[in-house]
């Protein structure tokens, strides 16, 4: 038997060692002089002990390797790893580089499942806005590490386990969520290190506080969607999906709490979502009204176009922070900020977000948003007192129409409240003349 194995054994040396562990070899040998320390991590990797190489990650060709055309993306490591490539690619982490480019219709090789992410089931009407309308504005550079050094995660699974180690207990900590979990539109790793269950972590450990892990990975599942209701904007899902997916977050909550307890707690956020979301409402009505009146500086027709709508004005997922009008820019910090704070906050059990950073900025910023409407509808009283020749959108019943006909035009007025307040507007005009 022993001469069966050597002999097979010799066999191998001379068809496969001198083409591929060769190679390796190569690799590893140069590797260890140039960068030593990626070839150490490797060697304490769980990797090195499968006797996965280099190469099998990263090919051969080393002008591909340095020019960036061999990247190690997550469908590298699911030809190993397919359960998890699975459940990463059904959650909304699969697509956090298409939510900055658009519907994933037509790209090859889409899960069926991400279709949920942005549409109603069974509808084409979309959910959410893509194609990133702040990403197109950026240079390449600042897309590069301004926006896609967190939304790679799609196609890097390296960005939670880096490159070279396998060690569990990284991704395990929720340090490793910080990175991209964190700012002004999305700051639960603040809110919740702060709030008594991060405190617990802190203090009693994993089993006691609950991590972003336990909550949004259970049983280990790459499948980070499970369990919530609201898409990242913060629009509700529908009401089948947004039921199932609460009792999947209150599964999680049982382990430690009363399910009475954690269903009052988590629909008293829904009850702040809602709220919320008025408060944003009232400011962009009013944004909207100072549009219709010809009352923004500058009017988008006089300013850059937006590079997906143009010379119009845009308040939904796809506003932009630059080249607007200051009342337009006081709006997207109430609600790409401030709303999500307030939310966010809620649902994470940070009363200091919930409130101070979230409420108190909201109701502010409501208040910053009416001054500034006020001093703008002033201003241009002001200019007509100098100059009475020249039009102003507030005083002439021309101009009344035509914002009326504007607000008719978006949806805002229905055809019987249109009709009717454009009869008002000509009888006061006659009764004048
Ligand atoms: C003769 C030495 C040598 C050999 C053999 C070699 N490399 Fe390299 N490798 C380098 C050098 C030099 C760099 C560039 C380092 C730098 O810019 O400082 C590099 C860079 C890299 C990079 C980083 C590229 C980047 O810019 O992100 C990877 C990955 C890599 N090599 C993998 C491999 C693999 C896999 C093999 C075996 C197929 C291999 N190397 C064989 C010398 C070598
Ligand atoms: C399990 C897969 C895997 C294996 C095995 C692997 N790498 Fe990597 N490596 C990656 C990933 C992922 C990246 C980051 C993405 C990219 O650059 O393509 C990376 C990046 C690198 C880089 C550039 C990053 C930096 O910090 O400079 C070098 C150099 C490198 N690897 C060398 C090696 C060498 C040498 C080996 C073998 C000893 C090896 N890798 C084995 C997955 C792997
Ligand atoms: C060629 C196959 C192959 C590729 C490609 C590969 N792995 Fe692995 N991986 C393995 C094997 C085999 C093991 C060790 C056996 C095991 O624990 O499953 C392993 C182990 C691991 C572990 C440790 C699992 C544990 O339970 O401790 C992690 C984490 C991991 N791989 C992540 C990755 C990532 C991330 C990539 C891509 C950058 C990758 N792997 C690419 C085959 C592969
Ligand atoms: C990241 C968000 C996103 C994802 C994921 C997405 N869509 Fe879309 N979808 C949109 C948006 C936005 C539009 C409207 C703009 C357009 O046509 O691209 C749209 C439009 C469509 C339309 C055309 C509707 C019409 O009336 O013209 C169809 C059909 C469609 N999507 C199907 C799908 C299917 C099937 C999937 C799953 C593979 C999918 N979408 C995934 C955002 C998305
Ligand atoms: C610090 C990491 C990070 C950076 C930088 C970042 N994002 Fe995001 N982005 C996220 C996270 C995390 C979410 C999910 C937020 C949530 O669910 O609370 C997200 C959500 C989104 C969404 C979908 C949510 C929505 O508003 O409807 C879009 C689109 C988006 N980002 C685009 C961008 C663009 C464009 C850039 C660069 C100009 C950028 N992001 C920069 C981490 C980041
Ligand atoms: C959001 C961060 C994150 C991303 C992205 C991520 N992982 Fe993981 N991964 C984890 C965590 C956390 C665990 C540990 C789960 C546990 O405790 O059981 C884990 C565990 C694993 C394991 C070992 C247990 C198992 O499920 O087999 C493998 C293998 C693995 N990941 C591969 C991948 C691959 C492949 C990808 C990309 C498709 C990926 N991971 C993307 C966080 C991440
Ligand atoms: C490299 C950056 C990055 C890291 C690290 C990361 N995420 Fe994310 N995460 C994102 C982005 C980007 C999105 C939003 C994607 C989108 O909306 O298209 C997101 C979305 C989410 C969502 C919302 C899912 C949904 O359906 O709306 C959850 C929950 C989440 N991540 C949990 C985690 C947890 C837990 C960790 C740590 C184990 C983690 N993430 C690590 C970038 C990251
Ligand atoms: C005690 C459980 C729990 C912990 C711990 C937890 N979350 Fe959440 N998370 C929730 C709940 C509940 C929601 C809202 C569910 C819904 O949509 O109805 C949520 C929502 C999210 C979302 C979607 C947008 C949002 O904020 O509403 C992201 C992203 C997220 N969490 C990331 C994290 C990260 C990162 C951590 C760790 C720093 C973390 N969470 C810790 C329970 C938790
Ligand atoms: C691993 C166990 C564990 C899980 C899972 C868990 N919690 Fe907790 N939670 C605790 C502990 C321990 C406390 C402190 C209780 C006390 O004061 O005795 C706590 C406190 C709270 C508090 C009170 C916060 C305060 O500041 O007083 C709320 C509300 C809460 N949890 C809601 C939730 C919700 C909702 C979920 C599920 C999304 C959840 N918890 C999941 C362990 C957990």
Known sequence: MKWVISKSAILLA????????????????????????????????????????????????????????????????????????????????????????????????????????????????????????????????????????????????????TNHLTDLKIVQNPNVCAKCHMGPDHPQWEMWETSLHGTLYTTAGETIGPDCQRCHMPQGTHNVSTGLTMTPGGAPYSGADRKSQRSAMLKICTDCHAESFARRELERGDGIREQSAALVNEAETIVWDLADRGLLSPMPDNRPPHPLRGKVLVTDGQMLYEGTSHIERLLFK?????????????YHQNPAYTHWYGNAELKMDLIDIKAEAERLKQQKKKNFNASPQASTAEDTIEQQLKVLKKKFERGVLSNEQYSAKKKRLLDQSLQIK
């Open 14 to 161: 001379i068809f496969i060692l001198p083409v591929f562990a060769g190679a390796d070899d190569d690799c590893l040998n140069c590797h260890r002089q140039k960068t030593p320390g990626a070839v150490s991590q490797w060697q304490g990797s769980a990797h090195a002990g499968a006797e996965i190489s280099c190469m099998d990650c990263h090919g051969s060709d080393h002008n591909k390797i340095e020019t960036g055309q061999a990247f190690v993306d997550a469908k590298t490591c699911g030809k190993c790893h397919q359960t998890a490539l699975e459940q990463h690619e059904a959650s909304r982490h699969g697509l956090g580089l298409h939510s900055g480019w658009g519907c994933t219709r037509n790209l090859p090789d889409r899960n069926p499942g991400e279709c949920r992410f942005c549409h109603e089931e069974g509808s084409t009407r979309p959910l959410s806005t893509v194609e990133c309308s702040r990403f197109l504005t950026q240079s390449s550079e600042m897309r590069e590490l301004g926006c896609n050094r967190c939304h790679q995660v799609e196609n890097s699974c390296a960005s939670c386990h």
């Open 334 to 346: 109430m609600k790409k900020y401030d709303f999500a704070k307030t939310v966010k906050g809620a």
